[in-house]
């Protein structure tokens, strides 16, 4: 019998350690005990399963709601989700929440001076294709302050969550833009210790993505695993 083959090991800082000491909030939520090792049983590795046919209508598309346009920039986001040897990872449930052009999230606990755009929920869903492939249609986020520490400002980011082909294959993760000034600045975006881990969350600007005389158009692969893993992000 042949011995399995392990998965390849993400590179040391790819994904942010618990408690980061710039990143505030985490020193509330970070474990104080090392994590309890539980072994997978049929219920974690077999479901749920997820079929296209799943997909609502008009998830993909967040730039109208309420019977109106969302304001700002509109933008394409598309990519792939694949596995650490490139293979195409079908239907997996991408969903994403991000806050509207002015920085403002439809939310009760959002208190930034922003305005709220009622044509705007902020909230997205698709399934990937069987190329792995997701689109959506959205509007570019706006930065926003968040009182980590003093004039603390998120870049644009666009918040993504991943539902593999069973709960044990889970990814929350930021998208970013690219040139974005904020970066540099960000405990959450540098909480990624590794360079090349933190440059995988930045999407690419293509302009083949793009809709001509509509939207700008940015791509962003996913790697759920291994040397190209994209780091999580919370
Ligand atoms: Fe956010």
């Not at 309890?36 to 219920?43: F, G, K």
């Not at 991408?94 to 002015?102: F, G, L, P, S, V």
């Not at 755009?117 to 792995?132: C, I, K, L, M, S």
Request: no cysteine.
């Amino acid at each position: 019998m042949n011995s399995p083959v392990s998965y390849r090991r993400e590179a040391p800082g790819v994904h942010p350690p618990f408690d980061h000491a710039a990143y505030a909030s985490t020193h509330k939520r970070a474990p104080r005990h090392s994590p309890v090792r539980i072994e997978h049983t049929l219920s974690e590795i077999t479901g749920p399963l997820f079929a296209r046919e799943t997909r609502v209508p008009d998830e993909d598309d967040l730039t109208h709601f309420n019977g109106g346009e969302a304001l700002g920039e509109r933008i394409i986001v598309t990519g792939r989700v694949l596995d650490e040897d490139g293979r195409a990872i079908p239907h997996t449930v991408i969903e994403i929440w991000q806050a509207n052009a002015a920085g403002r999230y439809t939310h009760s606990e959002d208190r930034h001076e922003a305005p709220l755009d009622p044509h705007f929920a902020g909230v997205g869903r698709v399934v990937t294709d069987e190329h792995g492939a997701y689109r959506f249609k959205t509007i570019k986020p706006g930065a926003y302050p968040w009182r980590n520490h003093h004039n603390a400002w998120r870049p644009n980011h666009i918040h993504f969550s991943l539902f593999g082909p069973s709960f044990a294959t889970r990814l929350i993760t930021q998208m970013y833009f690219p040139g974005d000034p904020l970066l540099e600045l960000d405990p959450i975006f540098n909480s990624v210790a590794d360079r090349a881990g933190r440059e995988r969350l930045i999407a690419t600007f293509d302009i083949e993505v793009t809709i001509p005389e509509y939207a700008l158009g940015y791509r962003f692969d996913f790697v759920l695993r291994g040397r190209d893993a994209t780091p999580t992000s919370g």
